[in-house]
């Protein structure tokens, strides 16, 4: 069984914690994920979708969305749908 575990950052971003990776909850979504591999993986429909999705993601990823973006766009972070 995978054990699971959740820190709350603020009232609506939470950190999950998996065997998996760790995943990004914003909202009630989840927007990222960092797998055990080190692989970036972004939410293709929600990783931009919101000013509190982009604040959450970049603090998620240490980097602003213009650094995100431009990973996005030389394939060392992947899009896929995660919802």
């Given amino acids: 069984m995978n054990k699971v ?12 914690q998996t065997s998996e990776g760790v995943y990004l909850q914003s909202f009630d979504t989840i927007i990222a994920c960092i797998t055990s591999k080190g692989e970036t993986i972004l939410d293709k429909k929600y990783w931009n979708y919101s000013s509190n999705t982009s604040k959450h993601r970049s603090k998620f ?18 899009l896929a749908d995660l919802n």
Avoid: D, M, P, Q
């Fill in 5 to 16: 575990s959740a820190e709350i950052i603020s009232a609506n971003c939470i950190y999950i």
């Fill in 61 to 78: 990823l240490r980097e602003t969305s213009a650094e995100t973006a431009k990973k996005l766009a030389s394939g060392v972070y992947k």
